[in-house]
């Protein structure tokens, strides 16, 4: 459940970034940052190689939404 939260919040700051009109590289920046916190939550999960890679796509589907 915390997995899916941060999945979330990635992928809403990646479209808040993006709709602001900020820069690519700003919003890779804050993409990279929420990818960063949703892994470092990994280790309480009940299945952290799953929840790595589930922060891992997130993020990626964020950077590919910055444009």
């Not at 990646?14 to 993409?31: E, F, I, N, P």
């Amino acid at each position: 459940m915390l997995a899916v939260a941060a999945l979330y919040i990635i992928v809403v700051a990646g479209s808040l970034a993006w709709a602001q009109g900020t820069d690519r590289d700003s919003c890779v920046d804050a993409c990279q940052q929420v990818k960063g916190q949703c892994i470092s939550t990994c280790d309480t999960h009940d299945d952290p190689v799953q929840c790595d890679e589930d922060c891992q796509e997130a993020g990626e589907d964020c950077i590919r939404q910055c444009g």
